[in-house]
């Protein structure tokens, strides 16, 4: 009977029967669980996985759907089985009664604590899964089990905490029993834990208060020692990876001015930072603020305190934009282009779950000063509020409320595949499916049009939300530019948006409307251009390098022959405007690319661009088409260039856009860099074959090395080849009228291929090539034979080469040469080495170069002390030493990240590496695509900063800087773990 009841509460749901990706796979697995069942004494679960029946069904799909959830119960099958006695919910009920009790235990120590905490948030974790595949409960209802579930773990690791220091004589608790009471230490739940809105693994974002006057404080002067090192114990056990998992990520940072501050800041301090120099998008996260753990009474004291900083009786319309930008949601992105499902951002991408918090807190932001009902914190009733205070329509609060819900719950289907803090769609056909088959459609093509819809459906509203608004519906001032004299009100007006030289913006409005360019030489042109100025200007000033960006465009325009097409697409579509003024204004390289290269703007027109991922076979389709037909060996390297300019930029957009991230931008810029010096080398050869013929059994390769070997280059990265060639044994010479030898043949070959990729032509460079990664360096000749390769690697290679190598992939040439040399280089990576040898010269290798070469600065991103070069070593080493368990042949930094051995690197480890790599990839590939010189910290274009934001999800630069100190102080940590610790 108590099986039937757990039954009909958590499994026979309509819903919830949901199909497995491979029904074989599936019964085998639900198979072995069967067995685990049985040989650990479950035999009521282990009959239930054998026996044909809903529950059986549902269990099969589900383990099968989510690797995370199959391995958890092989792991720990007595939680199914809990659940033939107790509900769900009754089960969640003890478990938080035993999490709120764990701190009591007899002889309790920080050790057990965090065992026992992870092996209840396992459960619990575990069991809200399976009730929401299940459809048991509401999307709503999950997130506020995981936010309770999130709040009873901080409570009890805190309670701990206050004791241990009581038993330490560091705090004087008024009631033991009773930690938290007027302890002093304040924890505010940021985000969606303070909204009761957690997603299935979502970090928790905290932020530390205290007061030093509180009971429990026996030296103020002592206490932020004190309350910032029980906050890092905090942290240590809620965070730590152990062999039991971790209990929740927890992030810091949004704390005031994160990089100088302690980890718990006293209250008065607080307060007077709020009012001081709070910032827009400090407000918009204190709505969400909840005292979640510590002295709750003092906690909502603080907030009572801040409510007329973050509530304000007049919130002018300039300060929500301030928060709009901050809050990098950049573009409105209305209507332009098709949304790409695979790989979609379903937190932050176009028409995600940000855009609609958004909306309910700028909203919030404007009204919640008069009327405290829309003060709250959880998104959907603050959207019925709104609502009933005529704030939004009918229609907005319903649609956002439906499509808020459903893309929760496929934000949720994302994590439970394997339990990572990720909001992209899976890229891979397979990936989607399971995500499909997870929320209960019968496939990818039904989930990918009600997911596309949904996205539409809040970028609408979205994009709506300001256009109603004063500053943008009222006038902005007087926009005169007629005649020779500037019009005083105009000057005002230009200066009021932005710009810091008017006069010179006059001049140069003027040259437009007199039809000094091309593009402005006809009626029609001018007429189309005058409507567009206002618009122009406002979304030029919006960059705050407002004349900077102008200046570019009118570059821009002085370069194109006709307009009336361009000022018409731009003036009914103000996201490319936003687009373009964004490229102006803060990426000079892409600018410069469209300066010099009008035409590229041609690629934005395209409806297709946002939707098409720019992968190998997309671009391999587009190069064929562009250099078709028979051509003069000039002319294919013109078009060689032309082709690969434009891509750049159209990839770049993409970037801009977050139609791809940083990652796939990556892939995108390395698969053009194969192919486009691929199909240089394809007319190098036949050029040269056709003076000096061919060498009998001929083949020849390009071994890509470096960010091209790694899929890993940027918009502005050199590129590191080698070229290798084989011939027959007795071949002696050429065949042509100007015979050469072999190793001849292919050296002037090379030089050959080395001018026709890196000479400047009228249409530029195609790539800047670096050979000194080949067998000998530059000493050594400039092609190698096959053979002098292999001999070279197995026997004379240094540690560095072999380390470079871990990064080798063939890009282009003979396929068969390429398998070969594919082969030949796993053979090497797979030798027997000395590890503590390999380690020790690796650890000596980068003292080196930290020596010959110290970083500029922080954001010198690859040279830092814990930046990308530490990251490259690690895996590179991993690669060589076998402590690796990826697929063989995987050169992405990333990817060998993620799947270096236990042995060498532990899970939090592996983690904090990806994180990190992820991280730096995010700021480099952006301001490699925006900027051609070095990074200035005291010199960022503010568009450019924002970008850099959106790309790291992080609120304020202040904020990134104090990320990037603590991500490459953690892993030069980890870089010395691993090297300096073990390379003896």
Not at 277 to 301: C, F, S, T, Y
Not at 556 to 563: I, R, S, W
Not at 850 to 872: H, T, V
Not at 928 to 934: P, S
Request: with cysteine.
């Amino acid at each position: 009977m108590a099986a039937d009841r757990a039954q009909a509460d958590w499994l026979l749901q309509p819903v919830a029967q949901l199909k497995p990706l491979d029904n074989e796979r599936a019964e085998q697995e639900i198979s072995e669980l069967a067995t685990i069942a049985d040989d650990e004494g479950f035999s009521r679960l282990a009959q239930l996985l054998r026996a044909d029946s809903v529950a059986r069904r549902f269990l099969l799909a589900a383990f099968d759907l989510s690797p995370f959830l199959r391995d958890l119960a092989r792991r720990r099958p007595q939680m199914l089985d809990f659940l033939f006695d107790q509900s769900v919910e009754e089960r969640l009920h003890t478990i938080a009664e035993e999490i709120a009790a764990s701190w009591r235990a007899e002889g309790a120590n920080e050790a057990g604590l965090m065992t026992g905490l992870r092996q209840l948030k396992t459960e619990a974790h575990f069991l809200i899964a399976l009730a929401d595949l299940s459809a048991l409960v509401s999307t709503d209802v999950t997130v506020r089990r995981l936010s309770d579930l999130a709040d009873s773990c901080t409570a009890a690791a805190v309670n701990f905490l206050l004791v241990d220091a009581h038993r330490q004589g560091k705090l004087e608790l008024v009631d033991p029993a009773n930690p938290s009471l007027k302890s002093g230490w304040i924890l505010l739940g940021m985000g969606k834990l303070g909204a009761h809105e957690l997603n299935f693994s979502s970090d928790i974002d905290l932020v530390v208060f205290f007061d030093p006057d509180a009971p429990a404080v026996i030296d103020p002067m002592e206490a932020t020692d004190t309350f910032s090192r029980l906050t890092r114990r905090l942290v240590r056990i809620l965070q730590d990876r152990t062999e039991n998992g971790y209990v929740f990520r927890t992030d810091l940072r949004l704390r005031p001015d994160p990089g100088s501050t302690p980890l718990a800041i006293p209250v008065e301090a607080a307060l007077n930072y709020y009012e001081a120099r709070g910032q827009n998008w400090e407000r918009a996260a204190m709505i969400k603020a909840r005292p979640v753990a510590g002295d709750l009474e003092a906690g909502e004291a603080l907030l009572k305190e801040l409510q007329p900083y973050i509530w304000r009786k007049y919130m002018d319309y300039a300060a929500i934009a301030d928060v709009h930008s901050i809050k990098r949601q950049i573009h409105a992105h209305k209507g332009h282009g098709e949304i790409a499902v695979k790989g979609h951002n379903v937190k932050l991408g176009r028409g995600g779950i940000r855009e609609v918090e958004f909306f309910v807190q700028t909203q919030q932001l404007i009204a919640g000063g008069r009327f405290p009902e829309l003060r709250g914190r959880e998104t959907v009733p603050m959207l019925a509020k709104l609502a009933d205070r005529n704030w939004i329509t009918a229609d907005a609060r319903d649609a956002l409320t439906q499509q808020y819900w459903f893309l929760r719950r496929v934000e949720h289907a994302i994590q439970m595949v394997a339990d990572e803090q990720t909001h992209m769609l899976p890229e891979d056909d397979e990936g989607l499916e399971r995500i499909a088959h997870m929320l209960g459609y019968a496939d990818s093509d039904a989930f990918s049009t009600e997911f596309r819809a949904s996205l539409q459906q809040v970028e609408r509203h979205y994009a709506a939300l300001f256009e109603t608004a004063p500053e943008l519906s009222a006038g902005i001032g007087n926009l005169v530019f007629t005649g020779d004299v500037d019009d005083p009100d105009t000057l005002q007006t230009l200066n009021h948006l932005g710009f810091q030289r008017p006069s010179d913006i006059c001049r140069v409005i003027r040259a437009w409307h007199f039809g000094r360019y091309r593009v402005t030489r006809s009626a029609e042109a001018r007429e189309r251009l005058t409507e567009l100025t206002p618009a122009l200007l406002e979304a030029f000033g919006k960059t705050r390098r407002a004349d900077e960006a102008l200046m570019r465009f009118d570059e821009f325009l002085a370069g194109l022959p006709a307009g009336i097409q361009l000022f018409s697409l731009l003036q009914s579509n103000p996201a490319l405007l936003k687009l373009l003024a964004t490229i102006m204004g803060a990426a000079p390289r892409l600018a410069a690319v469209i300066t010099r290269r009008p035409h590229v703007f041609d690629g934005l027109l395209d409806p297709a661009l946002l939707s098409e991922l720019p992968d190998r076979k997309y671009l391999a389709a587009r190069l064929a088409a562009f250099i078709d037909g028979d051509r003069p060996y000039e002319d294919v390297l013109d078009r060689l260039r032309i082709f690969a300019s434009e891509q750049k930029f159209l990839i770049g957009v993409r970037l801009l856009a977050r139609s791809i991230d940083a990652r796939r931008a990556g892939r995108a810029f390395s698969d053009l860099a194969d192919l486009t010096i691929g199909a240089a080398l394809d007319a190098v050869a036949a050029e040269f074959a056709a003076r000096h013929g061919r060498v009998a059994g001929a083949k020849v390769a390009l071994l890509g090395m470096g960010k091209l070997g790694s899929q890993e280059l940027t918009a502005g990265s050199d590129v590191d080849l080698i070229l290798l060639y084989d011939h027959e044994v007795d071949a002696d010479e050429s065949d042509g009228d100007k015979p050469l030898a072999p190793a001849h043949y292919y050296s002037r070959m090379t030089q050959r291929l080395i001018a026709a990729v890196s000479a400047p032509t009228a249409e530029g460079v195609l790539y800047e090539l670096d050979l000194r990664l080949r067998p000998s360096g530059n000493k050594g000749p400039v092609a190698t034979h096959i053979e002098s390769f292999r001999k070279y690697q197995r026997q004379d290679a240094w540690t560095w080469e072999q380390m470079a190598l871990s990064r080798a992939r063939p890009i282009a040439g003979d396929p068969g040469l390429c398998d070969e040399l594919r082969a030949e280089v796993a053979a090497i990576l797979a030798l027997p080495r000395d590890t503590a040898k390999v380690r020790r010269e690796a650890f000596d290798m980068r003292k080196l170069i930290e020596e010959e070469k110290p970083p500029r600065d922080l954001w010198d991103i690859k040279l830092i002390p814990g930046g990308l070069i530490d990251l490259e070593f690690i895996a590179q080493v991993a690669v060589i030493t076998g402590q690796f368990d990826g697929s063989p042949g995987t050169t992405g930094t990333a990817d060998v990240l993620a799947h270096l051995s236990s042995g060498y690197a532990d899970g939090q480890m592996r983690q904090e590496l990806g994180d990190a790599y992820a991280f730096y990839l995010a700021v480099t590939q952006m301001t490699r695509l925006c900027l051609t010189g070095a990074f200035d910290r005291n010199d960022v274009p503010p568009g450019l900063s924002d970008l850099l934001l959106a790309a790291t999800d992080l609120p304020d630069f202040s904020v990134l800087e104090a990320h990037l100190k603590d991500v490459s102080t953690g892993v030069r940590k980890s870089f010395d773990q691993l090297f300096r610790t073990k390379r003896k």
